[in-house]
């Protein structure tokens, strides 16, 4: 069974940079790609970035680009979420997410409901 444990999170300026951190509790993370979501209050869980296996390819939503970075230690059997330059609007619980055989994608479009391991969520604001 595969769990993920997150930290980070917490309040932060705009401006001001922040990572996250989602942790396998057992199995190695080697051969997952992960995936970041996240939830403002009232919207819809979205994808924001993606990180696959083997060649660690990385996907972003347009939000993240250029200010997110997404990596992995495998060594560590962890996955970061590494967001710069934050915004307001980067306020909301952020989830990592995985299953086997999931392979990163340009598009984040209708993946929850194919993810079965999360980790347990993380709140980030961003606010002065």
């Known amino acids: 069974q595969l769990q993920l444990v997150q930290s980070g999170g917490g309040l932060v300026q705009p401006g001001e940079s922040l990572r996250l951190s989602c942790q396998s509790s057992g199995v190695a993370l080697d051969y997952f790609a992960i995936v970041w979501f996240r939830q403002a209050p009232g919207t819809e869980r979205e994808g924001v970035a993606c990180i696959n296996s083997g060649d660690g390819r990385t996907y972003f939503t347009d939000s993240a680009k250029g200010r997110f970075t997404i990596s992995r230690d495998n060594a560590k059997k962890t996955v970061y979420l590494e967001m710069n330059n934050m915004k307001p609007e980067d306020t909301a619980d952020y989830y990592c997410?995985?299953?086997?055989?999931?392979?990163?994608?340009?598009?984040?479009?209708?993946?929850?409901?194919?993810?079965?391991?999360w980790g347990q969520g993380t709140q980030v604001v961003v606010s002065s």
């Open positions: 997410a995985t299953d086997t055989n999931y392979v990163c994608s340009e598009s984040f479009a209708g993946l929850e409901g194919w993810l079965r391991w």
